[in-house]
């Protein structure tokens, strides 16, 4: 069993409102983490469970992530200041199959689930990249993903900045105009639905990237369970050891 690492906290900046990118020292995590994988973070001020946070991106010794506040405890992280330490168990759970025969992937995320996408998008073969967001204030990251993936595309639920409409819209018409061997997501689940509808109708293999709340993040509990298409005992899969990442055929994603 993985240990919790004492890591301190190098750099903090807050991208929009309530968003910040935190980067972390540990150069054994650095040395091991895989991309898709996720961080259980203690974010202390009494809150009880850790945290899980998705791994944005590896560097050297730097382990970095991106949140949102969202409640008490990711409100206390967000409290934290360069030079503080944090209580860090990681990394966790399976990742992104990445495979060098590859060669037209398409990358699609919505909200908070675009930041694990971006180490993906630097390892894998001139992917096409759809994000999406609420709103142009939501926006956050564009010109780091564009640096590392010349092709990639905005939109935003209300057409206040670059496509009206939904990132899994943009995946359908690459389909309909584009070949493409692999499609990668993450996201809110209306989105993971419409992705992995989208890779059926176009008979495409698809990986999505569960969000789902976690109690230990280690397999212990059944607070994130998720159901699939195994029989028996094996029906429901854990997303924090099971996942994060399923191959979309394998899991039901239920309203």
């Known amino acids: 069993m993985?240990?919790?690492?004492?890591?301190?906290?190098?750099?903090?900046?807050?991208?929009?409102?309530?968003?910040?990118?935190?980067?972390i020292k540990s150069g054994e995590m650095a040395d091991v983490a895989k991309c898709?994988?996720?961080?259980?973070?203690?974010?202390?001020?009494?809150?009880?469970?850790?945290?899980?946070?998705?791994?944005?991106?590896?560097?050297?010794?730097?382990?970095?992530f991106v949140f949102e506040v969202k409640g008490k405890g990711t409100k206390a992280l967000a409290q934290k200041k360069v030079g503080d330490t944090l209580d860090v168990l990681g990394p966790l759970g399976h990742g992104f199959d990445i495979n060098d025969d590859y060669q037209s992937p398409v990358i699609v995320?919505?909200?908070?689930?675009?930041?694990p996408l971006y180490q993906l998008s630097k390892l894998v073969n001139n992917p096409a990249v759809y994000?999406?967001?609420?709103?142009?204030?939501?926006?956050?990251?564009?010109?780091?993903?564009?640096?590392?993936?010349e092709n990639t595309q905005i939109a935003t639920d209300d057409g206040s900045y670059g496509f009206k409409g939904y990132a899994a819209e943009l995946l359908k018409k690459h389909l309909d105009e584009k070949p493409c061997d692999i499609i990668y997501s993450c996201g809110p689940?209306?989105?993971?639905?419409?992705?992995?509808?989208?890779?059926e109708d176009y008979g495409a293999?698809?990986?999505?990237?569960?969000?789902?709340?976690?109690?230990?993040?280690?397999g212990a509990?059944?607070?994130?369970?998720?159901?699939?298409?195994?029989?028996?005992?094996?029906?429901y899969a854990k997303v924090c050891k099971d996942g994060p990442v399923f191959w979309a055929d394998e899991v039901t994603l239920n309203d």
């Open 221 to 235: 509990c059944l607070v994130c369970s998720c159901e699939t298409k195994r029989e028996g005992t094996e029906k």
């Open 36 to 64: 898709g994988q996720f961080l259980h973070i203690d974010c202390g001020d009494g809150t009880l469970l850790r945290r899980p946070i998705s791994i944005c991106d590896v560097y050297d010794d730097v382990v970095r």
């Open 131 to 149: 994000l999406g967001f609420r709103s142009a204030n939501r926006v956050v990251m564009e010109d780091e993903f564009k640096s590392v993936a």
């Open 189 to 199: 689940m209306p989105m993971l639905r419409a992705v992995k509808k989208i890779a």
């Open 2 to 23: 993985k240990k919790a690492q004492i890591c301190e906290l190098l750099y903090k900046k807050e991208l929009a409102e309530g968003i910040f990118d935190f980067r």
């Open 109 to 115: 995320g919505g909200g908070i689930g675009i930041f």
């Open 205 to 218: 293999k698809c990986q999505l990237s569960l969000e789902q709340r976690m109690g230990c993040g280690i």
